[in-house]
């Protein structure tokens, strides 16, 4: 799986998966799609921002490597760091979209990998 993680004015994106969701239904999660055949983590995390948030964005590098076990899943989560190419989040693959400070996201409900993402941003 790949996760985006876009920054702006100090800011990170975060998604709120909707209550159907297969995984983590209302959790908040970086932006993030399963990887199809052949496709980088940096090209998935583009996906996941345009499918989320109907963002464009560019790869910038990759910001942690994220190995999670949940019952009989093993996700390997790769967590990219993207720049915004413009334009405004919306909710589109998601219930809502929120811009948070860093420092605002252990306050979230996010699931175990993503937090570990989280705490990879603060250094």
Do not use: K, N, Y
């Not at 999660?29 to 199809?36: C, D, E, G």
């Amino acid at each position: 799986m790949a996760a985006a993680v876009l920054e702006r004015r100090g800011r990170v994106l975060v998604a709120r998966l909707g209550d159907d969701a297969p995984r983590w239904a209302g959790m908040w999660i970086f932006p993030m799609v399963t990887l199809a055949t052949g496709e980088s983590a940096e090209r998935g995390a583009e996906r996941a921002l345009l499918e989320s948030a109907a963002l464009s964005s560019r790869a910038i590098e990759r910001l942690a490597t994220v190995r999670h076990a949940v019952t009989r899943f093993r996700i390997t989560l790769e967590a990219v760091r993207c720049s915004p190419d413009g334009g405004r989040a919306r909710a589109v693959g998601c219930r809502a979209v929120a811009w948070r400070a860093p420092s605002e996201l252990e306050a979230l409900a996010l699931p175990a990998a993503h937090q570990r993402v989280a705490r990879a941003l603060l250094g």
